[in-house]
Antibody
Framework: QVQLVESGGGVVQPGRSLRLACAAS????????MHWVRQAPGQGLDWVSL????????HYAESVKGRFTISRDNSKDIMYLQMNNLGAEDTAVYYC??????????????WGQGTRVTVSS | EIVLTQSPGTLSLSPGERVTLSCRAS???????LAWYQQHPGQAPRLLIY???SRATGTPARFSGSGSGTDFTLTISRLEPEDFAVYYC?????????FGQGTKVEIK
């Protein structure tokens, strides 16, 4: 079935790095625009990053620009989020999400279950 | 950046009641790019409505969306027990793909 499964979360010290992964199945990953969205404890949804279907273009929220890098491996149906210089403000559940197929920007029709990142000394 | 403001923050209602949630944008945009999501505690968000008024696959008919320009609305005609959750609106026309802060619909 159509599925996204995140992994790589955990507890990390401030200033350190972490790489998240999102494994896709059940849909044409290589033609899908993909996103990372995070949710801090008790807070709302916060869009983090977008990668085009072929990896040719990436967008970032201002809060993570220069620290986070989104990438994908279409041969393995996996998307990544490399997070460097982490701070307490990055503590959140990180979701990967797929844009619906269609012309132009679309809503996020498939979400993973999330992976928790805690930045703490 | 388009900022979305949802109101109210919390609604306390009983099953069977009608509910209207508001999402107001800081600038006008095409209704093509407005979505609504539902999130239950401990779960991932679920797409309910896209293009302001189109129901996603599996969204019950009691959910409807409307609006244009800067003002958008999600209506639930009769609340079912499973509808008590947090609802988010989202602008997805360009980056950043912003979300509203959410409206919690709780059982009265």
């Amino acid at each position: 079935q159509v599925q996204l499964v995140e992994s790589g979360g955990g507890v990390v010290q401030p200033g350190r790095s972490l790489r998240l992964a999102c494994a896709a199945s059940g849909f044409p990953f290589s033609s899908s625009y993909m996103h990372w969205v995070r949710q801090a404890p008790g807070q709302g949804l916060d869009w983090v990053s977008l990668i085009w279907y072929d990896g040719s273009n990436t967008h970032y929220a201002e809060s993570v620009k220069g620290r986070f890098t989104i990438s994908r491996d279409n041969s393995k149906d996996i998307m990544y989020l490399q997070m460097n210089n982490l701070g307490a403000e990055d503590t959140a559940v990180y979701y990967c999400a797929k844009e619906a197929q269609g012309e132009g920007p679309m809503a996020f029709d498939i979400w993973g279950q999330g992976t928790r990142v805690t930045v703490s000394s | 950046e388009i900022v979305l403001t949802q109101s109210p923050g919390t609604l306390s209602l009983s099953p069977g009641e009608r509910v209207t949630l508001s999402c107001r944008a800081s600038q006008s945009f095409s209704s093509t790019y407005l979505a609504w999501y539902q999130q239950h505690p401990g779960q991932a968000p679920r797409l309910l409505i896209y293009s302001a008024s189109s129901r996603a696959t599996g969204t019950p008919a009691r959910f409807s969306g409307s609006g244009s320009g800067t003002d958008f609305t999600l209506t639930i005609s009769r609340l079912e027990p499973e509808d008590f959750a947090v609802y988010y609106c989202q602008y997805y026309g360009s980056s950043p793909r912003t979300f509203g802060q959410g409206t919690k619909v709780e059982i009265k």
